[in-house]
């Protein structure tokens, strides 16, 4: 028997994220999160302890914090450098998450619509494929930081060393040009 206006609601499909643990990345990945919640997604954000994100009233009961454990102090960022932390903390998450995102497909399987997560938390494409899950990666990075990384590759594969020590000036044709029309900015 059905009562009038007692319907029962669908089921929101949902959304895993997982931000990387540095200020600004965590604030675009949030402002995705409630924008995909005003569309009727569920949302479950996945962080680590380094830099946790303390959630605030602001979100709702259909927002889910689940943290994963790692093992890195926040003096590994001082001592190995920003490219070596990266990949350590890539290499620490990297099981502890396949684990979180099995115990979330247990519970949830058929409510899981992607992960989204930040394009420096690499480990995660790994996880959502094995759990067959799509994977979207989140970028807060203007383009031309993200031209001048792409290159990187082709530097190495030609054998350029960063620095260029006595080179003044370095001319590299295939590098991606970056159009930019100046009238559209206000200085």
Excluded at 9 to 27: D, E, N, T
Aim: aromatic share 12%; glycine share 4%; proline share 6%.
């Amino acid at each position: 028997m059905q009562v009038l206006g007692m319907e029962e609601k669908p089921a929101r499909r949902r959304v895993v994220l997982v931000p990387f643990p540095a200020q600004g990345h965590i604030s675009p990945l949030m402002q995705l999160a409630k924008t995909l919640y005003l569309k009727g997604f569920s949302i479950t954000v996945v962080q680590t302890k380094f830099n946790y994100f303390s959630p605030s009233d602001k979100f709702t009961h259909d927002f889910q914090f689940v943290t994963i454990p790692e093992s890195l102090p926040e003096s590994d960022f001082k001592n190995l450098g920003p490219i070596q932390f990266l990949f350590k903390l890539n290499k620490e998450c990297k099981v502890s998450f396949k684990d979180c995102l099995g115990q979330l497909v247990l519970q949830q399987s058929n409510e899981i619509s992607c992960v989204i997560y930040d394009e420096f938390m690499y480990f995660a494409e790994a996880a959502a494929k094995e759990c067959k899950l799509p994977n979207i990666i989140f970028s807060t990075t203007s383009v031309t930081a993200f031209a001048c990384r792409s290159v990187f590759d082709k530097l190495y594969a030609n054998n350029v060393q960063a620095p260029l020590k006595g080179t003044l000036k370095l001319s590299v044709s295939w590098f991606p040009r970056v159009a930019i029309r100046l009238k559209q900015h206000c200085f």
